[in-house]
């Protein structure tokens, strides 16, 4: 069953549930919340399913990872932050570098820095690009993120090292979920997804991110 949230989130909402250098960061950064993070934060915390649909370059990848940062730094501060892959991030495109850097890496460098210590959080990306020796890394020692493709990720799905990290998955991204839904690419991912769902301990909460025709 599909509902709409008729009313966003206030901020006072969000505030509570930020991690305080989170918050440092984000306010050093932004003056305010931006209007996919006032529907989409509290969402994601909830661990509720959410299709966040707004025009490009509004903070909708920035929204998702916020929040999973969030999480992950809150398990760090407690000790409790384990080897094990809590969030899969997958993108149609494969250039993913500079999308990651600004959304993901470059927010957690600067919380770090704030915090003046490393809260251990690993990122991956893994694509058709990936090396061999990197895919090792990640059988060895797994991503607390996954960056990947909706091709990549049918691959490691097969993988019977790989599948063990993914069954703590906590959290899926999906972006540019408008660029996959009707194509045949968007149907082989909705196979993966349900397949991912299946070996997971929990359900995962699935975060759907999609532009619009036009602005709203």
Do not use: C
Request: aromatic fraction near 6%; hydrophobic fraction near 40%.
């Amino acid at each position: 069953m599909i509902t709409y949230l008729e009313k966003p989130h206030k901020k006072e909402e969000i505030d509570k549930i930020l991690n305080p250098m989170v918050k440092q960061w984000f306010f050093s950064k932004f003056k305010e919340f931006s209007l996919p993070q006032l529907y989409g934060v509290m969402e994601i915390h909830n661990e509720n399913n959410i299709l966040i649909s707004a025009p490009t370059g509004s903070t909708k990848t920035l929204t998702a990872f916020l929040s999973i940062l969030n999480e992950l730094i809150n398990l760090s501060e407690n000790n409790m932050l384990e080897d094990k892959t809590y969030a899969v991030y997958i993108s149609p495109l494969k250039a993913l570098s500079n999308d990651i850097q600004i959304n993901l890496k470059t927010p957690l460098e600067e919380i770090e820095k704030i915090a003046e210590k490393k809260f251990g959080i690993r990122i991956a990306v893994r694509t058709g690009d990936t090396t061999a020796s990197e895919k090792q890394k990640m059988s060895k020692k797994a991503p607390h993120i996954l960056i990947t493709t909706p091709e990549s990720l049918a691959i490691v799905l097969t993988s019977t090292k790989f599948i063990e990290h993914l069954k703590s998955t906590r959290y899926v991204i999906i972006d540019e979920i408008h660029a996959l839904a009707d194509s045949k690419r968007g149907t082989h991912l909705s196979l993966s997804l349900e397949r991912l769902q299946s070996i997971t301990e929990t359900s995962p909460t699935r975060i759907g991110l999609s532009a619009t025709i036009s602005p709203l």
